[in-house]
C-alpha cells in the first residue's frame, strides 16, 4: 500500500516537535496494515495534534477540545468495520479526562494516541494536566501546586486492557503503534515528545531526558491482564440481539373532534406529590385523540419530594413553532408552591381565562373566571388533585372532552389506576366549588 499524507498539505509543524515523527509513523502502520483511506477515521480536537485530520487521506472529524473519544465511539458503534484512531493532545486529555474514563470502562475498539508534551502548545504553552510541577510555563506558578496525570496508571485502572507508554524518539515506535491499532479492544499509547516552540525554550528536555524519566515511571507495555475482556461493540450486538424485540411505537389517530377550536394553552401549578407532570401527560394523549398536536413542558425542583410542581401543556390543531405561555386558556392553581413559581402569569390575565383554584390555595388578584373547588370535600386526596382538574375542564368540555380524556386514560394506565382514574373522572363535580 502506498502512503497515506496528504501531498497537498503535509504535515507542518515547528522544526524538532516530535509530532511530525509520529504522524509519518502512524502513515507507516498504515501501510503496513495494507489500510486504504476508506478504511480509517481519524478523529481529533484543538490543538497542535487537531492538525493531523488534515494531514490523511480518510475520513475524519475535528471536534471541540477534550471531546474527541465522545465522537470516536458513536462512530466506532455505527462503523464497527472502520479503524478508528483517537488523536489527542495533553491538554484535551485534560479537558475530557471524565470521557477518557467512559472510554477505558467500556473497552471500545478505538486506539487513542496521546501526543503528550507537557503543554498547552497551541495557546501558549500553558500548564496541561501532565506538565511537571518543577517546569517553567506560560501559566505561572499553577504547575508547582498539582501533582501530573499518569495516563498510563489512571487508564489501567479505569479498564483499558492495553496501555503502553513510549518516547516519540523511540526506535520500535511504529511496531507497537501496529499491535495498538490492531488490538480488538481499546488501547491507549501515551507517547511523550517535545514542543520546541514553547516547552523546550523554558525547560531542557532531550529525548535522552525523555528515556530518562520514562524509565523511572511504572512500566506501560501494551496488555493489562486484569483487563482482557470481549470487546464492547461485539459484546453490545451479541447482548442486543438476544432482547425482546422494542414495542412498536403507539400510534393514535384522530377519534374526536375536539371541544374548542384554535390553540389552547394550560397550566397546571401544583406541589411535588400531586402527580402534575402525569395530568399534563394524559391532558396530552387526550388532544391526540382529537388530532391536536400536543407539546408540555414540565418544571419541578431536583429534590422531587419537595417543592413546586408545574406543567404547561399547549394543544393546537396547527403547528406550535413556540412553546411558552404567557396568556393561558386555563390554569389550575392546585398548590400554593407552584402558585407561587408562576405568580407573574396573574397579573395580565384577562377575563377569558379560566382558573381553577383549589380550595386552600391563593392566587394572586387577577381579572380572570375564577372557579373556586373544595377537593377536600369532595373526599379526593391531594394525590389525584391534578387528575381531578382535567376532568373538571372535560366535563365542562373546556380543551378536551370526557370522551378524549376517557381514551387518553385508557392509553396511559393500567389495570386498578385505570379503574380508579375512570372512578374519580365519574364523580368529581364543580356542585362543591364556590
Not at 511537571?132 to 486492557?161: K, W
Not at 375536539?258 to 387526550?286: F, H, K, W, Y
Not at 373538571?392 to 385505570?418: C, G
Request: hydrophobic share 40%.
Amino acid at each position: 500500500m502506498s502512503s497515506l499524507l496528504n501531498t497537498a498539505r503535509p504535515p507542518a509543524f515547528c522544526p524538532g516537535c516530535a509530532h511530525d515523527r509520529i504522524a509519518k509513523v502512524l502513515d507507516k502502520c498504515f501501510e503496513n496494515m495494507g489500510l486504504n483511506g476508506n478504511q480509517i477515521a481519524i478523529i481529533s480536537d484543538i490543538g497542535c495534534g487537531g492538525l493531523f485530520d488534515t494531514f490523511f487521506h480518510t475520513h475524519a472529524f475535528h471536534g471541540l477540545h477534550g471531546r474527541a473519544l465522545t465522537y470516536a465511539t458513536g462512530l466506532k458503534l455505527a462503523r464497527p468495520e472502520l479503524e478508528v484512531v483517537v488523536i489527542m493532545g495533553d491538554g484535551g486529555l485534560g479537558i475530557g479526562g471524565a470521557h477518557l474514563l467512559g472510554v477505558c470502562r467500556r473497552n471500545l475498539s478505538l486506539t487513542l494516541i496521546i501526543l503528550n508534551n507537557f503543554n498547552f502548545g497551541m495557546t501558549g504553552g500553558q500548564y496541561s494536566s501532565t506538565t511537571p510541577p518543577e517546569a517553567q510555563v506560560g501559566s505561572g506558578f499553577l504547575n508547582s501546586l498539582e501533582r501530573p496525570l499518569d495516563v498510563c496508571q489512571v487508564a489501567a485502572s479505569a479498564g483499558a486492557p492495553f496501555v503502553i507508554r513510549r518516547s516519540g524518539m523511540d526506535k520500535n515506535l511504529a511496531e507497537d503503534m501496529e499491535k495498538a491499532i490492531r488490538f480488538d479492544g481499546f488501547s491507549v499509547m501515551d507517547i511523550w515528545g517535545i514542543c520546541p516552540g514553547r516547552y523546550q525554550k523554558q525547560n531542557k528536555l532531550t529525548p535522552q531526558g525523555i528515556d530518562e524519566a520514562l524509565a523511572n515511571l511504572p512500566p506501560a507495555e501494551g496488555l493489562v491482564k486484569e483487563n482482557m475482556r470481549k470487546e464492547y461493540g461485539q459484546a453490545y450486538r451479541e447482548t442486543a440481539s438476544r432482547q425482546k424485540a422494542s414495542p412498536v411505537p403507539l400510534r393514535i389517530g384522530k377519534l374526536f373532534d375536539p371541544p374548542e377550536p384554535g390553540r389552547r394553552e394550560v397550566v397546571i401549578l401544583g406541589s411535588a406529590g400531586q402527580r402534575i407532570v402525569t395530568a399534563g401527560e394524559i391532558l396530552c394523549l387526550a388532544g391526540l385523540t382529537a388530532g391536536l398536536k400536543a407539546t408540555q413542558k414540565n418544571e419541578y425542583d431536583i429534590t422531587v419530594l419537595r417543592g413546586a410542581s408545574n406543567a404547561e401543556v399547549i394543544l393546537s390543531s396547527e403547528e406550535i413553532g413556540f412553546t411558552g405561555i404567557e396568556r393561558p386558556s386555563v390554569i389550575a392553581a392546585l398548590g400554593q408552591e407552584g402558585v407561587g413559581r408562576r405568580r407573574h402569569l396573574f397579573e395580565s390575565l384577562k377575563q377569558e381565562t379560566f382558573i381553577l383554584q383549589a380550595d386552600g390555595v391563593e392566587i394572586p388578584d387577577t381579572d380572570a373566571m375564577v372557579r373556586r373547588v373544595n377537593f377536600k370535600g369532595q373526599g379526593i386526596k391531594s394525590s389525584d388533585w391534578a387528575l381531578a382538574s382535567i376532568s373538571l375542564l372535560a366535563k365542562l368540555h373546556r380543551v378536551i372532552s370526557p370522551e378524549m380524556l376517557r381514551s387518553a386514560l385508557e392509553i396511559r394506565l393500567k389495570e386498578q389506576s385505570l379503574i380508579a382514574s375512570l372512578e374519580l373522572l365519574d364523580r368529581v363535580e364543580m356542585d362543591n366549588s364556590t
